[in-house]
């Protein structure tokens, strides 16, 4: 059952990941360029920011 639960989100996060570049290529690469000028600091905050949503996320609905 669990982990019927962890594919299912798995799942989600691959249509939610492939929604941007599937409705604006030029949009997704532009924020992608943008990207890669980030320092390597920057871009952990951002992963950590994502990770502590994610984890409120579960804990709110758990």
Not at 47 to 56: E, V
């Amino acid at each position: 059952m669990a982990l019927d639960a962890l594919w299912l989100a798995l799942a989600f996060v691959l249509v939610i990941e492939g929604l941007f570049p599937f409705i604006s290529p030029g949009g997704w690469r532009q924020t992608f360029s943008r990207l890669l000028q980030l320092q390597d600091g920057q871009i952990r905050f951002v992963g950590l920011l994502s990770i502590l949503a994610g984890l409120a996320l579960v804990w709110t609905l758990f």
